[in-house]
């Protein structure tokens, strides 16, 4: 056969809803030589990892680990775990990941009740409480940071309503996790999920979750077997806690990322990366109000690092897309299920939360809007952005 | 938080049931810039990806492809899309892979039917005859290279007797694919599975999978939906085909490095590389035989890549893998299960399977079953290891 030719890659600024920019020292850790899943080296980095995602997570739980598989799989792992047949679970749905969670759970044989809002809104107390009393749910699900609108869900207030109703609480926090404050043991979260492409700076491939003591409560006195053997968290805590009994081989190089991924995190300090998110994310909005561009999301409710944004009437949404990506390199996101065509996802996770893509973005856009005939103030959107940096003490 | 120390891996011979040694190509594969995994780029990767795992596998299986987790989730993933409720599943089990098998069967649903033979020992027609005469099965599970007892289980006949009772073959190749023929077509195997870290050269992480035309008339009649969302193949196919429609977020870098690996690979040649395999086995087998060491697995069906052996009368398993890995830096695999204690795991496997690793670890053993007072004539294993590697052309 014809051997494929050599690895190649070509050089991104990645401003999608993920994968997001690599930082360069998270790169370098994937090419560290590989050790064996049970090396004595192995399993203290597995300690630290832990350590770091629990702090990541603001959680004492126990069990906290990485998934061997993406954040599509952390909420599998999350729902199977906690799902057995005929057990009832209410999903929210607002977006496509509000969507694929209620498709999750019915394949574990969930009875799932769908509690809908619509796309780019978010849940409030009253949305719930009706649902929640009649339905009586064992567990609810909701995503926090809804990747398809951009739309930041409040967890706290329906936290205590989930409770009230003696359910379970299950959150993905695949696109929040890092960007924004997520506080698992202070709002009470039994199940959480997240990913490691989005603002953790690190390639996708592992899914970082945790467990309450009560969730755990609850999976050791399922009566049938998890539904998924590699998703089992019974297995895996055995391989993370303290008994290291073999259960798969664990995605040592993924492993090296997300860990000094987490350093990188905590070096910089939690709360000045969730102020790092906000500043390029408000410096981002100045420049596209500039440009006549209006966020999806509901006011007041808008992710910092995922901002999800309608396409101006008139613009060709392909060709801006493709004029990024091969122009300037850089890639944004489209719309996806109700918002396709009608919207950009423009992310600002991790390591591309940063003055330099920001203005860089907006530079771009500017010339090709107004090669599309956009009309705007040139040089407008920059300006507007660069006014928000200078205004910092 | 104390931030955790700076990565530093110690530098590992990886001798074990896998990860193996990984080429120091794919290592540096794996830390090229990430796109995304809708980049034009990704996607021509992709194809290149495809090709090569059907020629690696010896199939024009259209839906061949690698599940975005570890071996594990590749066997999984060829379980929960042939199985559904209530269907006979027969799985072979004579190691503990067969008895992982079993498990995730069960999970997914089916009824399941052991066939089981003593560790070591393999599988002959007859001994599956009166069974799938009995049992009438919708698919028969066997794996090829049992990584737990170094067992290799011939595939063809078996093959042809499943088929005759009209059944699918299901076949884990996590240790096999790349270290001994896979034949699929010529096989006629139906759903088939592997693993990056093995004879792959490549880090954990990716489950190479492929299924014959007749598995998906299989999986396009199910009358029930996947149990599992993330390894649901009718979706992944969507995204690994022209539709290109998204599913979860690949795990580009990881994918870079099984490029890499698959170049590799058929950049050496698919004969060359299972004569490299079969060599240095051999030159191992001879060493090992001087030092009055014996193989656990059946004669006339021992793997090359995996060598299971048993532990002399006296010899301190755990002191000697401790050793081996803090003196020498090499890893070599004990004992799981029924082998616990009595099997050490020598694997030979892709980047592993060279004669500077035969030696190493001939004269490293040497040392420590000396030093053990185990009673052989030293500078006897690694002789008989270099007559072998004298005697070729």
């Known amino acids: 056969m014809t051997v494929a030719p050599p690895l190649n890659p070509p050089v991104r600024t990645l401003m999608g809803p993920g994968p997001s920019d690599i930082h360069p020292r998270v790169l370098e850790a994937l090419g560290k030589n590989t050790v064996g899943h049970l090396d004595p080296y192995y399993l203290s980095l597995m300690d630290d990892v832990q350590r770091m995602l629990r702090e990541l997570f603001r959680t004492q739980n126990e069990l906290t680990m990485a998934i061997s598989a993406t954040g599509s799989a952390g909420m599998e792992a999350t729902v199977v775990n906690l799902i057995e047949p005929d057990d009832k679970m209410v999903v929210c749905v607002n977006g496509v990941f509000g969507g694929r969670m209620a498709d999750v759970a019915e394949r574990a044989g969930a009875k ?13 107390v009253e949305d719930l ?41 299950l959150v993905d926090a695949v696109t929040s996790l890092g960007g924004i404050p997520v506080e698992v043991d202070g709002w009470q979260i039994d199940a959480i999920y ?14 970082p979750i945790s467990f309450s003591p009560r969730a755990m409560e609850v999976i050791k006195s399922r009566k049938t077997k998890v539904r998924s053997w590699y998703l089992d968290v019974s297995m895996l805590a055995s391989y993370w806690g303290s008994d290291r009994a073999y259960h798969h081989t664990a995605p040592i190089n993924m492993s090296y990322g997300l860990y000094e ?20 994310h408000v410096a981002l909005a ?18 910092p690092m995922l901002n999800a944004v309608k396409i101006p009437d008139g613009i060709d949404d392909a060709q801006i897309r493709r004029e990024l990506l091969q122009r300037f390199g850089i890639e944004i996101g489209g719309g996806l299920g109700a ?10 996770m991790g390591y591309a939360a940063r003055s330099g893509n920001v203005l860089l973005f907006l530079g771009a856009l500017e010339q090709l809007l ?12 920059v300006a507007a952005a660069n006014a928000v940096y200078l205004d910092q003490p």
Chains 1, 2 share one sequence.
């Open 286 to 303: 100045s420049g596209l109000e500039q440009l006549g561009i209006l966020y999806a999301a509901q006011e007041g409710h808008r992710l």
């Open 112 to 124: 799932v009740v769908r509690a809908e809002r619509p796309w780019g809104e978010v849940f409030n």
């Open 339 to 348: 918002f396709k065509g009608k919207v950009w996802r423009i992310g600002l």
């Open 194 to 207: 997240s990913g490691s492409q989005k603002c953790l700076s690190c390639p996708p491939g592992l899914a």
């Open 261 to 280: 991924a987490l350093r990188l995190i905590h070096g910089e300090g939690l709360e000045n990366c969730y102020a790092r998110h906000q500043l390029n």
């Open 370 to 381: 107004a090669e599309q005939g956009h009309k705007f103030q040139h040089g407008a959107g």
């Open 129 to 169: 409480r009706s649902v929640l009393a009649k339905e009586r749910p064992k567990v609810v699900g909701i995503v926090m940071a809804e990747t398809s609108t951009g739309a930041s869900q409040p967890i706290e207030e329906i936290s205590k309503l989930v409770h009230e109703h003696d359910a379970l609480l």
